[in-house]
């Protein structure tokens, strides 16, 4: 045994340092690439507070609750169990970008505990989850749209949802940043 370690230690060592580290080269490339695509980075923005943010203004101008029991939920058809949380966006685009566009982002809403988010839902808009909407609001940004207009942004939520939520908007151009906008 003493011979083999003698004849195969120093590329047994070799293979030893060289593995973990090719590891460690390929991985991290790739975790670092993963955080620069992902929201990963909040910018809290307080109740009331309009902010500047990949190439616009942004306020929530309202935000209203309405239970499945009641008689607007039951008139906007939500589930058995659920709430619908309606969040109405004043978006002031800036200047467009080189190809005459407004920035495009994407809501989601978040259940916080504390400074932790619990829970995430999706926009309505895109959910698969069937209810009334109002027919004339502008349910998500558009890039056509240069001058300032309003979105109203739906999610349905579980009736045990707590009071406490924040909307995450993200702009593509800003990752891994994203707007963390309190209700």
């Given at each position: ?9 120093i590329p ?19 975790w670092?690439?993963?955080n620069t695509t ?8 307080d ?10 203004d ?7 609750r309405?239970a ?8 906007a ?13 004043l978006?002031?685009p800036?200047e ?15 259940e ?56 995450k ?15």
């Amino acid at each position: 045994m003493r011979l083999w370690w003698r004849r195969n230690g120093i590329p047994v060592a070799i293979i030893a340092v060289l593995l973990p580290a090719t590891v460690f080269i390929t991985f991290s490339t790739e975790w670092a690439t993963y955080n620069t695509t992902r929201a990963v980075e909040p910018v809290v923005v307080d109740r009331g507070d309009t902010v500047a943010f990949g190439g616009a203004d942004w306020a929530v101008l309202n935000s209203e609750r309405i239970a499945g029991g009641s008689a607007e939920g039951i008139d906007a058809e939500l589930p058995a169990g659920a709430d619908l949380v309606v969040v109405t966006f004043l978006v002031t685009p800036g200047e467009p970008d080189d190809e005459g566009k407004s920035p495009y982002c994407m809501f989601r809403l978040q259940e916080l505990d504390g400074s932790d988010v619990s829970r995430t839902f999706g926009d309505a808009a895109l959910d698969p989850i069937s209810h009334k909407t109002n027919p004339t609001a502008v349910a998500s940004c558009t890039t056509d749209n240069l001058d300032p207009y309003r979105v109203e942004s739906t999610f349905v939520v579980p009736a045990d949802t707590g009071d406490t939520l924040a909307v995450k908007l993200e702009v593509e151009s800003e990752l891994p940043r994203f707007l963390q906008l309190t209700l």
